[in-house]
T-cell receptor, first 113, second 112 residues
Framework: DADVTQTPRNRITKTGKRIMLECSQT?????MYWYRQDPGLGLRLIYY???????NKGEISDGYSVSRQAQAKFSLSLESAIPNQTALYFCATSDPGRDTEAFFGQGTRLTVV | QQPVQSPQAVILREGEDAVINCSSSKALYSVHWYRQKHGEAPVFLMILLKGGEQKGHEKISASFNEKKQQSSLYLTASQLSYSGTYFCGTEMGTSGTYKYIFGTGTRLKVLA
């Protein structure tokens, strides 16, 4: 099994719908992240969390919310999906401290129509 | 705040060399490099630390110029397996609150 698991892997939803993307990890890491990937824009940080009680906005948090249900689970929600939120979304985890690598999930391809 | 990478895309023949650059407007403590194969998750390649220490890949090298806030990834004698999107990344923030910020990405395609 993968260390970082995202569900669903693909999703098509309609404008205005609420949708949740889920991430779970078996690495035992405290730090978890949500990124979106768009062509030419790279990976942009949406939200990040250092532990269950510590959640922070990233560069592009508008229109998104998150929930850290446990050390191993970090969910991303789109309260009212819009077409420009169509993207590839990645969850990642890492150990605390500096100079540690990030481990990514397989990604969720979200299409908002 | 996001590091900018250049070129945005590059196509080369097997055996040719390529350089991917990463430039930041903020001071860099360290630089990470990741590679993403098509349809897959990004995977860690290496990390470069201040002072020149490098940890990671055996066949791919990189440099880190702290003063210029730049890093370059050197792909020599490229192989078909090098195709993918490359990201530089860095940890930004204060002690205990570091977050990963990634660059704009460079798409590399190696042709036979």
């Amino acid at each position: 099994d993968a260390d970082v698991t995202q569900t669903p892997r693909n999703r098509i939803t309609k404008t205005g719908k609420r949708i949740m993307l889920e991430c779970s990890q078996t690495k035992g890491h405290d730090r978890m992240y949500w990124y979106r990937q768009d062509p030419g824009l790279g990976l942009r940080l949406i939200y990040y969390s250092f532990d269950v009680k510590d959640i922070n906005k990233g560069e592009i948090s508008d229109g998104y919310s998150v929930s850290r249900q446990a050390q191993a689970k970090f969910s991303l929600s789109l309260e009212s999906a819009i077409p420009n939120q169509t993207a590839l979304y990645f969850c990642a985890t890492s150990d605390p401290g500096r100079d540690t690598e990030a481990f990514f999930g397989q990604g969720t391809r979200l299409t908002v129509v | 705040q996001q590091p900018v990478q250049s070129p945005q895309a590059v196509i080369l023949r097997e055996g040719e060399d390529a350089v991917i650059n990463c430039s930041s407007s903020k001071a860099l403590y360290s630089v990470h490099w990741y590679r993403q194969k098509h349809g897959e998750a990004p995977v860690f390649l290496m990390i470069l630390l201040k002072g020149g220490e490098q940890k990671g890949h055996e066949k791919i090298s990189a440099s880190f110029n702290e003063k210029k806030q730049q890093s370059s990834l050197y792909l020599t004698a490229s192989q078909l397996s090098y195709s993918g999107t490359y990201f530089c990344g860095t940890e930004m923030g204060t002690s205990g609150t570091y977050k990963y910020i990634f660059g704009t990405g460079t798409r590399l395609k190696v042709l036979a």
